[in-house]
């Protein structure tokens, strides 16, 4: 599924008005109407504080208003100002048309509601926000219309003050921020109001979100000839006498994604319980005499995992940056081979930093870099001329090119040692398989949320044993058998759900 800024969405918005006569009011309808259809399934017989602001989004939430009240639903809209744009102002008119219960903003009171409506301000807000009532919203039955009123559209950032929200109805693609800022969004409820569908599937939006249809599409796929030789061969090279797990781990989650072979270089004391052929260090670290078996084992294989727990020793980062001058297949790149980058690299290559190493490689603080992840990966990403994985909780993906893809599947488990190694070695495998640097890293990211969810631990399972969950979420998305996703779904125009949540 395509994603969007603020910027491309209202130029959706205009192609949608000029070249397809489609009027703006029609669109106002239809989004109200969805809201107002979300209410009635989940608050049949409840009484709703509808908050408007001036804009369209306010529009939004005067049309949902009205839809309530021809549902038999009771309501109390709080308008922010009298001053409505023009749109929004024909709605005001039809509420009050309607004898619909208006007032003040600042009469605004939480006590008497069983559910509230955020539509102060949408995608287009880009100024601090500092609004006594937003405080007030309770998180557990709050709706927000398009966004929470104060989540920047573009990065997911707080300006000032936001509203936290138990769902989040969009309409279009979903737009980044919303991905970024998934405590304040909640569930994010996709709605479709009529937008043409070449328009938002459209190649000129240069984001996608990985959806369980678009990781099953990416998904490499085995033949009935399938062989562990031709299902992609990754040497993992990665560990120390300080960190023998690391390279464990990045080789196991390589493996249980589906790498037909498993190589590891690293030293005697790794032990690995794989399928594997071990090519032992002479040392505990990587050393010049290292680099001619490494180049010569590359030529067997169809991608490398490079870095998890290798140590920051000098001679290290000499033979990490001739490694990856040398070499010419896919690569992952992670952990200590960060700090041995050549100057350029290839669009093949996928590093994987958290953001402190994001931040020593740009030399950006990370509070910072938290404040536009996209931006910051696509400058690293053009700096290598390369593929840059951002880790977080919405992992982001991005190409020199600007291309990017966003993985929301991540978990609270995965807060713990081992789980960046074990990422690697799941990138790695898919590289193995023919994905792109891009489609590998989104895939394996949401693979590996995926696993976590299964394990149904929210935390303390250690990274070993989420690995043995990834052989069902492989499984899951070959088969079709997706288990629910509890953070978004997507239904029709209507309002009505496409199925179970989570499912295409």
């Known amino acids: ?51 408007c602001g001036p804009g369209n989004n306010g529009g939004d939430g005067l049309v949902a208003a009205r839809a309530w009240v021809d549902q038999g639903g009771r309501t109390v809209v709080f308008l922010m100002t009298e001053d409505l744009k023009a749109d929004a102002l024909r709605n005001l008119q039809r509420a009050r048309a309607w004898g619909l219960d208006i007032r003040s903003l600042d009469e605004f009171q939480p006590e008497g509601f069983d559910w509230y409506v955020d539509s102060l301000f949408g995608t287009g807000l880009s100024r601090p926000l500092h609004l006594a009532p937003v405080a007030l919203l309770p998180a557990g039955r709050t709706v927000a219309v398009d966004i929470p009123s104060g989540v920047h559209a573009d990065t997911g950032q707080i300006l000032g003050q936001a509203v936290r ?39 000129e939006w240069p984001g996608q979100w990985l959806t369980p249809r678009l990781a099953r599409q990416w998904l490499p796929v085995r033949g009935t000839t399938s062989h562990k030789r031709n ?92 490694l990856l001058e040398k070499n010419t297949l896919p690569a992952i790149v992670d952990a200590d081979a960060l700090r041995g980058l050549p100057e350029a690299l290839s669009p093949r290559v996928l590093l994987t930093p958290h953001a402190g190493e994001l931040g020593r490689l740009l030399r950006v603080k990370v509070t910072e870099l938290e404040k536009d992840r996209l931006r910051y990966a696509v400058q690293a990403a053009r700096n290598f001329n390369c593929t840059v994985l951002f880790k977080g909780a ?103 759900s496409l199925g179970d949540p989570g499912r295409p």
């Open 1 to 51: 599924m395509r994603i969007v800024n603020a910027q491309q969405m209202q130029e959706i918005d205009r192609r949608t008005s000029q070249d397809y006569s489609l009027d703006a009011q029609v669109l106002m309808e239809l989004a109200g109407r969805c809201v107002s259809n979300w209410l009635l399934t989940h608050c049949p017989e409840g009484r709703v504080a509808f908050l």
């Open 165 to 203: 929200a138990h769902t989040t109805i969009t309409f279009g693609p979903p737009k980044l921020g919303q991905l970024l800022a998934a405590e304040h969004c909640g569930q994010l409820v996709v709605e479709s109001i009529g937008f043409p569908r070449r328009q938002l599937e459209s190649d």
């Open 231 to 322: 299902t992609g061969k990754v040497l993992v090279v990665a560990g120390s006498a300080r960190y023998p797990g690391a390279g464990s781990l990045a080789a196991l989650g390589a493996l249980r994604s589906g790498a037909g072979l498993v190589f590891s270089y690293g030293p005697p004391c790794m032990r690995l319980p794989l399928e594997a052929i071990p090519l032992p260090a002479k040392e505990n670290f990587l050393v010049k005499a290292d680099l001619p078996a490494l180049l010569e084992h590359l030529q067997e294989v169809d991608a490398l995992c490079l870095g998890p727990g290798l140590g920051d020793q000098s001679e290290t980062r000499l033979v990490v940056r001739e």
């Open 394 to 496: 919405a992992t982001l993906v991005a190409t020199a090119g600007g291309r990017y893809a966003v993985a929301t599947e991540g978990t609270p488990l995965l807060a713990q040692g081992g789980s960046g190694d074990l990422l690697s070695g799941i990138c790695a495998a898919l590289l193995s398989q023919g994905l792109g640097a891009m489609e590998a890293g989104a895939l394996g990211a949401y693979l590996q949320g995926t696993a976590g969810r299964l394990s149904g631990v929210v935390a303390g399972l250690g990274a070993e044993a989420l690995a043995s969950w990834l052989p069902a979420a492989v499984t899951g998305l070959y088969q079709s058998e997706l288990p629910p996703v509890p953070k978004v779904y997507q239904s029709n125009k209507f309002g009505k």
